[in-house]
């Protein structure tokens, strides 16, 4: 649980820290004109990006939880280490071309680039679907020899955990899928621009819990 | 000052106004239906728990006079009466349904910032309901794992619905935290990022500060439920071991082995008491308010209020093994939980007495919702003390699993924030429906749901002095339980009958009052926040008519010294207050 307290307390005091900072040397009593003039929004960003930020928060709490859960499980005198496939080395390089290639396209898009958005997009996406086969065919080659969901918990563990990480990265592919589709059909890089640049925030986001998770995975 | 002055981002709601009925009413974005729906489901599946625990409780104090309750049955009554009072109730009500209608209401926003999420979190929410629903019918019934669900016996022979009950229980849980998710991320981009202007994060009423930070809590407990689950999925489904210690189940050695148990319990609880802030958050706030404008008094020590929200928040994080003093794990644990228990005490007792200072001298109106605000000062004052005293390991050692505790959180987290809840649907529902109900109705419901729920749990406390275990289907023949337990067994079920039934009254009351109360007032109960100022009463769509409203003060200007009317609403400037009596108000 520690990691989780760790993760989680950074949040929460990100959170409290920030929300205190708003709230103290104010007196809400008094009449104060320049507050009558302050407008509703806090952060200057869009509300699509602010919910971005607060779903990664929800995100970061799952993983840091079956992160956390892994270690607890650790301990228990049955836990078996699994020797993880060397193919997730090439699939973490995959992985990483992906979060790049959909910089270069968010590069693109910013700069309103539309021409470059159409290659940018496939790579990103063609790269981020080999990662998940990558990921399908290292489960075969762990159930080829052997090691079940079943025969022991630390193959549990890394069933569950590469299969968590695909999921989030299968709904991250449903909005490159729908933003895609815009890009064939002729929208400008102005009006996908929004949504390229959080779908990269998101991979850049998996990308580094992948990196974490591989790392638990190996040294354990 | 943080805030950035841009320009109003008015232009980012779209004014659709829905045309037929079915986009009106049924796949409705707007967050009024959107709560409404939220609300009355709620409300549904709560009256279904409510049949639940008068069912365990004819078994209680009236032992094998029933033949419809077996020990199996009772089991599954206890699981499914807990998980739906505590989240397809509670949670889902304040945030689903309080925090959808008053969160653009009371900030001064036309609606939601992600409609379309806002109306899928509703409809995930009801199959979530429906799923769990469907627990009864499945073949060998709903879960009796009680609400906790603590493998190995949540999976194991001899526990009622282990095949398919608890399927459909952790899949329902599932799919509730999807749909909590997606509410819970418009409620805070909403509160962060939609106000009007002028409504700066402290001139906001206390309602919105317990929502937004309930809804934060919620956002990062739940993903340790969905963890538990899908972990005690895979132990069920697939065979795993990750809670599943090596078993012997009928003389026979079961496949599994070396998982542990306490891990389920630490990420179960690690949800759990948050869960039961995320319940009391919203109620701590819907009360200041009720308890301010009946009061006709600002709230005491507003900014403490709000410091006290947050500190209570942030520490609900680091108490949860103090459900699991009696686990064993590891001693010392013990030591550190029940400091920071006691610690969130603190905040907690500055509440309280914030309250009553707020009524102290106030110019008190005994209206129907003020009596449940003030019942609820009581009701969360008592159980909060009995939680002080199962804070402490060696006290809670041999009152945990006794009806002391399920005196405790009943007080604490079922009969307040139940109570919240009435005074908050009296207090607007007169905005909500554009009528008032029956007073005397309400009050007679008041004064028998408060009494009643009173002399239901305060007994139960000296059965768990007893040492009267909970969750036993009978008691059995002990020497240390005497005649006079059953006696009051018997008497706590027949109250808990009466109280029931007290609730049709509530019920006839809101029904009857939609077509037959009088016409009401905009503003009844001249109450200071923005709610109460809208152009239309119900509110239209979009709130606001052509102009968002321009705040310029916080929502708890009542009986200032020197002005004419005993409140002034947020949308009045400095220099529209009306001084001395020449003229009335009209807004
Ligand atoms: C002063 C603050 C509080 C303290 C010190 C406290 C302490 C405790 C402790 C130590 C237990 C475990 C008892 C046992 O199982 O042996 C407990 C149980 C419980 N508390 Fe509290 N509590 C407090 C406030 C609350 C609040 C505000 C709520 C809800 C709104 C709440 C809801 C519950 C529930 C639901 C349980 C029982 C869970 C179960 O076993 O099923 N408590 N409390
Ligand atoms: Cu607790």
């Keep these: ?220 | 000052m943080a805030y950035v002055s841009i320009a109003d981002r008015d232009h980012e709601i779209e004014h659709h106004d829905p045309q037929t009925f079915i986009t009106k009413y049924v796949w409705s974005q707007d967050h009024k239906v959107i709560a409404i729906q939220y609300g009355v489901t709620a409300i549904f599946v709560g009256i279904v728990a409510l049949v639940l625990s008068v069912l365990m409780r004819l078994q209680l104090g009236f032992p094998d006079s029933f033949a419809l309750i077996n020990p199996e049955n009772y089991y599954q009554f206890i699981t499914m009466h807990g998980m739906i009072m505590v989240i397809y109730l509670l949670t889902a009500l304040f945030l689903g349904g309080f925090g959808n209608y008053l969160i653009p209401l009371m900030c001064g926003s036309r609606d939601m910032v992600f409609p379309f999420m806002n109306m899928l979190s509703f409809w995930v929410y009801l199959l979530s309901v429906i799923v769990l629903l469907a627990s009864f019918f499945v073949p060998g019934g709903a879960t009796g794992a009680g609400w906790t669900l603590y493998p190995p016996q949540a999976i194991s022979q001899g526990t009622p619905g282990i095949d398919w009950g608890i399927l459909t229980m952790l899949g329902s849980l599932a799919l509730f935290i999807v749909a909590f998710t997606m509410g819970g991320l418009n409620y805070v981009v909403t509160v962060l990022q939609a106000r009007c202007r002028g409504m700066t994060l402290m001139r906001m009423p206390l309602s919105i500060w317990g929502i937004f930070i309930a809804t934060i809590l919620g956002l990062l407990a739940f993903p340790a439920l969905l963890v538990s689950a899908v972990m005690m999925l895979f132990d069920k489904l697939v065979g795993t071991s990750f809670f599943m210690p090596a078993m012997v189940s009928a003389g026979e050695q079961m496949g599994t082995g070396g998982g542990s148990p306490v891990l389920f319990q630490h990420l179960f609880w690690f949800f759990g008491h948050p869960e039961v802030y995320i319940v009391a958050l919203p109620a701590f706030g819907i009360v200041s308010d009720l308890l301010a404008t009946h009061a006709r008094k600002n709230i005491f020590g507003y900014r403490m209020m709000v410091w006290a929200l947050l500190a209570i928040g942030g520490l609900s994080f680091i108490v949860w093994a103090h459900h699991m003093y009696v686990s064993g794990m590891n001693p010392y644990f013990g030591f550190f939980f029940a400091t920071t228990t006691l610690i969130i005490a603190v905040p907690t007792a500055l509440k309280v007495y914030n309250w009553v200072l707020t009524l102290w001298q106030g110019n008190i109106h005994l209206r129907v919702p003020m009596l449940f605000a003030i019942g609820f000062v009581f009701t969360f004052t008592h159980g909060g003390l009995t939680g002080l005293f199962l804070g402490n390991v060696t006290i809670d050692l041999p009152l945990s699993d006794t009806y002391f505790v399920v005196a405790h959180f009943h007080m604490v987290m079922g009969v307040s924030p139940i109570l919240v809840v009435f005074g908050a649907i009296y207090h607007w529902y007169p905005k909500i429906t554009g009528r008032m109900f029956n007073e005397t109705l309400g009050r007679w419901h008041f004064w028998l749901t408060f009494l009643g729920t009173y002399s239901i749990y305060l007994p139960m406390h000296y059965l768990g002095f007893l040492g009267v275990p909970r969750r036993y289907f009978a008691m059995g023949n002990t020497d240390f339980m005497p005649e006079s337990a059953q006696t009051l067994n018997a008497a706590i079920s027949v109250t808990v009958i009466f109280v029931a039934l007290v609730q049709l009254i509530f019920l006839y009351n809101m029904i009857v009052s939609l077509r037959n109360g009088k016409k009401a007032d905009p503003n009844p109960w001249g109450g200071a926040s923005l709610e109460w100022q809208t152009p239309d009463t119900p509110p239209k769509h979009g709130n606001w008519g052509h102009e968002l409203p321009v705040v310029h003060r916080w929502a708890y200007d009542y009986s200032v010294p020197g002005q004419e009317q005993d409140f002034t609403p947020q949308t009045v400037s400095a220099d529209e207050v009306p001084v001395g009596r020449d003229h009335g108000m009209e807004h």
């Design chain 1, 1 to 220: 649980m520690t990691i989780t307290l760790v993760f989680l307390g950074a949040i929460m005091v990100t959170v409290i820290s920030w929300l205190l900072k708003q709230t103290l040397n104010t007196e809400p009593w008094v009449s104060d004109p320049a507050a009558d003039a302050v407008s509703g929004t806090s952060l200057d960003t869009s509300n699509k990006t602010m919910g971005l930020t607060t779903f990664l928060a929800v995100a970061t709490s799952i993983f840091a939880l079956f992160i956390s859960a892994y270690t607890l499980r650790m301990q228990e005198p049955d836990w078996r280490p699994l020797a993880e496939p060397a193919l997730l080395w090439f699939n973490t390089a995959i992985l990483v071309l992906a979060s790049i290639a959909y910089h270069w396209t968010r590069n693109a898009a910013v700069s309103g680039n539309t021409a470059r958005l159409k290659p940018g997009l496939l790579i990103s996406g063609v790269l981020t679907i080999m990662f998940l086969g990558g990921q399908l065919i290292a489960w075969q080659q762990l159930i080829a020899g052997g090691f079940y969901v079943w025969t022991n918990p630390a193959n549990a563990f890394f069933y569950l955990l590469t299969a968590v990480h695909g999921v989030h990265l299968l709904g991250g592919l449903w909005v490159w899928a729908r933003c895609t589709t815009k890009v064939w059909t002729g929208a400008e890089a102005d009006s996908v621009r929004l949504s390229i640049e959080l779908c990269t925030v998101y991979w850049h986001f998996l990308l580094l819990v992948w990196i974490v998770m591989f790392g638990v995975l190996l040294s354990t």
